[in-house]
T-cell receptor, first 112, second 115 residues
């Protein structure tokens, strides 16, 4: 079974600085998607970024980018120029032959 | 975001009550999902519907009864719940073309408290 591990329960970053959230996963599949979701205090689960496993190029969405290392099964999220609104729980998720598998999340605090 | 809506947003019910949660997606997707999110636990998938057919039921107690009348609507009927069922219930939808190539979009959730 696929598993997703987020080893950092909590992280903090100064406003305008850069922070990287870690995620590793375990799978024997070759074709899958990886995601980062953000869940702010409002509890809405918001899609931040998606990476297709067959693409070598790392996905980027404005201030959010990933470092996808397929061989190492690593999928980290980098947030540049952090803003107060980035404070939230961040979940890494895997989609393969089973529905989404989520990690336990990383709580990100942004310090003004 | 209004692609996936859920009602009610908050619900308080006694253990003998019967209530229903509603989810509606306006994205033209063909799959819908119910998740349970409890404090300090990973998101738990409860049910999956593909083209209105239930394809996953992750050992959910029978006091939770899903219903999917069409690809845009999903219900979760609740009866004789327990206090440990108190949680955030999230609905999601996706367009399934191939397994492993679907992106789920979530509703705002219903926060349920069982007294």
């Amino acid at each position: 079974a696929q598993t997703v591990t987020q080893s950092q329960p909590e992280m903090s970053v100064q406003e305008a600085e850069t922070v990287t959230l870690s995620c590793t996963y375990d799978t024997s599949e070759s074709d899958y998607y990886l995601f980062w979701y953000k869940q702010p205090p409002s509890r809405q689960m918001i899609l931040v970024i998606r990476q297709e496993a067959y693409k070598q190029q790392n996905a980027t969405e404005n201030r959010f980018s990933v470092n996808f290392q397929k061989a190492a099964k690593s999928f980290s999220l980098k947030i540049s120029d952090s803003q107060l609104g980035d404070a939230a729980m961040y979940f890494c998720a895997y989609s393969g032959n089973t529905p989404l598998v989520f990690g336990k999340g990383t709580r990100l605090s942004v310090i003004a | 975001e209004t692609g996936v809506t859920q009602t009610p947003r908050h619900l308080v019910m006694g253990m003998t009550n019967k209530k229903s949660l509603k989810c509606e997606q306006h994205l033209g997707h063909n799959a819908m999902y119910w998740y349970k999110q409890s404090a300090k636990k990973p998101l738990e998938l409860m049910f999956v519907y593909n083209f209105k057919e239930q394809t996953e039921n992750n050992s959910v107690p029978s006091r939770f009864s899903p219903e999917c009348p069409n690809s845009s609507h999903l219900f979760l009927h609740l009866h004789t719940l327990q206090p440990e069922d108190s949680a955030l219930y999230l609905c999601a939808s996706s367009q399934v073309r191939r397994r492993g190539q679907e992106t789920q979009y979530f509703g705002p959730g219903t926060r349920l408290l069982v007294l």
